[in-house]
């Protein structure tokens, strides 16, 4: 598609040698394909136009409603996952506490 616009600006800027009208309709044609935001030929996600991820608020609209919509599908999955990591840390926590406590009454023990 790109080729296709260069194309025609060159002709358009070939011709504007013939009529000045030509080089007027050329500028107007760079000032649509570079134009910021409108969504113009070339407005993609992520493109250099100083917009961030999205070209327009629709966009970052739709992609916020589905992330939302996904968080909302899986939060009750991730949410125990976390639940059932944090048993298991805390058991942990609480076995090494153990065996620390009975190292050091058996080493006080010891010292005596």
Known sequence: MFVL???????LFGLGFAN???WLAAAAL?????RPGRGGPGRRRGSASGHGEYGEYGE???YRDRQERWDRRYRRQRQGRWLRQDRQDRQESQESQENQEREDRRDHGRRR
Not at 5 to 11: D, S
Not at 30 to 34: H, I, K, T
């Open 60 to 62: 970052y609209r739709d």
């Open 20 to 22: 000045a009208l030509w």
């Open 30 to 34: 760079v000032f649509y394909l570079v």
């Open 5 to 11: 616009w260069f194309i025609l600006l060159a002709a």
